[in-house]
């Protein structure tokens, strides 16, 4: 399976982007999807997960209630919602595809990734 990301840019503290994961070459419906991020000078982080099979959902602590994770089978596309932007989310988001039941959010369970798309949160 191939992923595309996009949807990054420039946006202010406090606004929105959402991010879109298109898949080709394969249908999503067996993969968990994840998006990360890695900030210059960081490691890359988990920062939303969702299951295959019941679309069970991962979120790390600093975007709980700012961000949603969806699932579009039809499209073949994952989605991020972010809103409520804050500097710290600066990063490089990246989604990727793992195989396998439940909802790990752990870089190296993903085999299949996209190229990044840049987040700049900054007035």
């Known amino acids: 399976v191939q992923l595309q990301a996009s949807g990054g840019g420039l946006v202010q503290p406090g606004g929105s982007l959402r991010l879109s994961c298109a898949a080709s070459?394969?249908?999503?419906?067996?993969?968990?999807i994840g998006w990360f991020r890695q900030a210059p000078g960081k490691e890359r982080e988990g920062v939303s997960c969702?299951?295959?099979?019941?679309?069970?959902?991962y979120y790390t602590a600093p975007v709980k209630g700012r961000f949603t994770i969806s699932r579009d089978n039809a499209k073949n596309t994952v989605y991020l919602q972010m809103n409520s932007l804050k500097p710290e989310d600066t990063a490089v988001y990246y989604c990727?595809?793992?195989?396998?039941w439940g909802v790990g959010c752990h870089p190296y369970e993903y085999i299949y990734w996209g190229q990044g798309t840049l987040v700049t949160v900054s007035s």
């Open positions: 990727a595809a793992r195989t396998g």
């Open positions: 969702i299951s295959s099979r019941d679309g069970t959902t």
């Open positions: 070459g394969s249908t999503l419906d067996f993969y968990g």
